[in-house]
T-cell receptor, first 114, second 113 residues
Framework: IAGITQAPTSQILAAGRRMTLRCTQDMRHNAMYWYRQDLGLGLRLIHY???????GKGEVPDGYSVSRANTDDFPLTLASAVPSQTSVYFC?????????????FGEGSRLTVL | EDQVTQSPEALRLQEGESSSLNCSYTVSGLRGLFWYRQDPGKGPEFLFTLYSAGEEKEKERLKATLTKKESFLHITAPKPEDSATYLC??????????????FGKGNQVVVIP
């Protein structure tokens, strides 16, 4: 079934450790996104990528980095995790046509930083 | 900055009791307004896109409408399986053409049998 695959689904991490959340899509969408979802704050955009080789900052980029080496993969890295990065992380993708379009989401990665 | 406000935050309905969810927004040029459904522990699932004031879309017991300042999601004769969090999001015009969405905090709906 076509869609977005995220890994891991859940992770507990010690503060200060490095962590990479993986995201792969098989829909050949040009654009990809990382959001975090926190109770009472909703979904907030961390980083996005319009096409392979390009990335952009969203609303809450500090402490996170991304790369887009190819169309299908968009990993999110926390270089040195802090407790405030405890959240549920969602990867999404969309066509990047000028008419806009819906985003398709993965099932999420729940990260706890202690 | 694009902003989306949803109300009420939480809603409990008896099965069959129709109601409406509100999404008010400010955006510098609206490309689209989106409604998603999210079940606990799952990712958001796309429901509707509305592009211009006056537009309406329906899917089963759900109907979405749009004005220049807000959108409504009407739930007609809800069933327990309609229990979910409903997310509203706007897509504005950006310099790089990206389709990123700005989300509201959601309307948590519980339908009681």
């Amino acid at each position: 079934i076509a869609g977005i695959t995220q890994a891991p689904t859940s992770q507990i991490l010690a503060a200060g450790r490095r962590m990479t959340l993986r995201c792969t899509q098989d829909m050949r969408h040009n654009a990809m996104y990382w959001y975090r979802q926190d109770l009472g704050l909703g979904l907030r955009l961390i980083h996005y990528s319009n096409t392979a080789g390009t990335t952009g900052k969203g609303e809450v980029p500090d402490g996170y980095s991304v790369s887009r080496a190819n169309t299908d993969d968009f990993p999110l890295t926390l270089a040195s995790a802090v407790p405030s990065q405890t959240s549920v992380y969602f990867c999404a993708s969309s066509d990047s046509g000028l008419d806009g379009g819906e985003l398709f989401f993965g099932e999420g990665s729940r990260l706890t930083v202690l | 900055e694009d902003q989306v406000t949803q109300s009420p935050e939480a809603l409990r309905l008896q099965e069959g009791e129709s109601s409406s969810l509100n999404c008010s927004y400010t955006v510098s040029g609206l490309r689209g307004l989106f409604w998603y459904r999210q079940d606990p522990g799952k990712g958001p699932e796309f429901l509707f896109t509305l592009y211009s004031a006056g537009e309406e879309k329906e899917k089963e017991r759900l109907k979405a409408t749009l004005t220049k300042k807000e959108s409504f999601l009407h739930i007609t004769a809800p069933k327990p399986e309609d229990s979910a969090t409903y997310l509203c999001a706007v897509q504005g015009y950006t310099r790089d053409g990206n389709n990123r969405l700005a989300f509201g905090k959601g309307n948590q709906v519980v339908v009681i049998p």
